[in-house]
Every structure is written in C-alpha cells, then in structure tokens.
C-alpha cells in the first residue's frame, strides 16, 4: 500500500475547500485560531461567515468584535499616505533646487 504524502493527504481532507457548512461555533474557533496565527484575512473571511448564517447573540457580538478586531487601522493608513506625500514633495523640491 502506498503512502500519501502529507500534502496530498491535507488536500484530500474535507474542509471548508470542499463546501461543507461549518457550525458557527468551529467557525469562530477557526477564526480566532486564524487570529492567532496572524492570518487576518482568514479570520475576517471565517467571522463573515458566521453573519452570513443565523447565529446566537452570543456568536453573533463575537463575530462583530473579530471584525472589528481586525480591521485596518484608518489612523494608521493615513499617517502612512502622510508620511509618503511629504517624501514625494521633498523629493521634488530637491530635484528642483539642483537646477
């Protein structure tokens, strides 16, 4: 009998690939293990998941928080498009004052 390697024996697990509806319960585990792993796109995929069916209260305030959890910080992103708006202008004020 042959062996399967470990990749093929993960693909031929069922899972979320093959469609099986996950209880919102495992979801939100999967999520917060996601979180966990610093896999913030999955998380965020699995808790919308969650929303998507009918959860409990109970799952459905944990599916917002992850959410909110994990969302992009907005003070964040626009200090960053600050900070590179000002290296532009620097940029071509010096390439300017050379002439």
């Given at each position: 009998?042959?062996?399967?390697?470990?990749?093929?024996?993960?693909?031929?697990?069922?899972?979320?690939?093959?469609?099986?509806?996950?209880?919102?319960?495992?979801?939100?585990?999967?999520?917060?293990?996601?979180?966990?792993?610093?896999?913030?796109?999955?998380?965020?995929?699995?808790?919308?998941?969650?929303?998507?069916?009918?959860?409990?209260?109970?799952?459905?305030?944990?599916?917002?928080?992850?959410?909110?959890?994990t969302s992009p910080d907005k003070a964040a992103l626009l200090s960053a498009l600050l900070v590179l708006v000002t290296i532009a202008i620097a940029a071509a004020v010096?390439?300017?004052?050379?002439?």
């Amino acid at each position: 009998m042959a062996r399967r390697r470990p990749q093929q024996a993960a693909s031929a697990a069922p899972g979320p690939s093959t469609g099986e509806a996950k209880p919102s319960a495992d979801a939100l585990g999967g999520a917060r293990a996601a979180v966990a792993r610093g896999d913030l796109r999955r998380a965020r995929t699995l808790a919308r998941s969650v929303l998507a069916g009918n959860p409990a209260d109970g799952a459905r305030a944990e599916a917002h928080r992850l959410i909110d959890d994990t969302s992009p910080d907005k003070a964040a992103l626009l200090s960053a498009l600050l900070v590179l708006v000002t290296i532009a202008i620097a940029a071509a004020v010096a390439l300017l004052m050379r002439r």
